[in-house]
């Protein structure tokens, strides 16, 4: 596609999965780092993004937010790249790319936060506990694969950024199937380059 893409974001945030869908989607963008407050909160950049956060997409006049989201779209818009299953085979895709964005997410983050849900209250919350959400986040890497089936989709890059970011922080478990299969992705060329790019932003920032 010839509409240029430009991508918001700061090495110190999520926009990390996004540099890495990019780099993997073989795509052509620009890059605008955005910093922490007043520059994030401003009318230029609230424009884009209401929330006034990071990461960000602009596709000629479509605007994409929410790391999953952006993912899922640059999937669809270059599907030479093959990031996404065909249309009539998307269950496993759609089904853990949610689950990265959905139970994952907040689990580890009430974890992160020191929060955990009483017993009798589980059954509100989206993840019910945090158990059971590492338990079916085994079931989805084990065996070797990848998460939708024998391809690298971008159902991986998020639900695998989830997993390197939480290893690295001790926010997940070292079960030996999300280290296998963080070492199988982090091992990939695309990744190497989006997380040298970003590195290398963090550092000019120092």
Not at 71 to 95: I, K, M
Not at 132 to 137: G, R, S
Not at 138 to 167: K, M, N, R
Request: proline residues 5%; glycine residues 10%.
């Amino acid at each position: 596609m010839a509409t240029q893409l430009v991508f918001y974001t700061n090495p110190m945030s999520r926009g990390r999965i996004v540099r890495w869908m990019l780099e993997e989607s073989q795509a052509e963008y620009r890059t605008e780092l955005i910093d922490y407050g007043p520059a994030m909160k401003s009318a230029d950049y609230l424009a884009v993004n209401p929330m006034g956060k990071v990461p960000a997409l602009r596709h000629g006049d479509t605007v994409v937010t929410e790391s999953p989201a952006i993912c899922a779209y640059l999937a669809d818009a270059f599907p030479d790249a093959g990031l996404a299953p065909p249309s009539g085979s998307r269950g496993a895709y759609y089904r853990w790319l949610f689950f990265g964005a959905g139970p994952l997410e907040a689990a580890v983050a009430n974890r992160a936060f020191g929060f955990e849900l009483p017993a009798e209250k589980e059954a509100m919350a989206g993840y019910g506990n945090f158990r059971l959400v590492m338990d079916t986040l085994e079931t989805a890497v084990a065996g070797g694969g990848h998460v939708a089936g024998e391809a690298f989709t971008a159902a991986d890059v998020y639900i695998g950024s989830h997993i390197g970011w939480g290893l690295q922080l001790d926010l997940i478990e070292r079960r030996p199937a999300f280290e296998a299969y963080w070492e199988r992705l982090s091992a990939r060329k695309a990744w190497r380059r989006a997380t040298a790019l970003d590195d290398e932003a963090a550092a000019e920032k120092r």
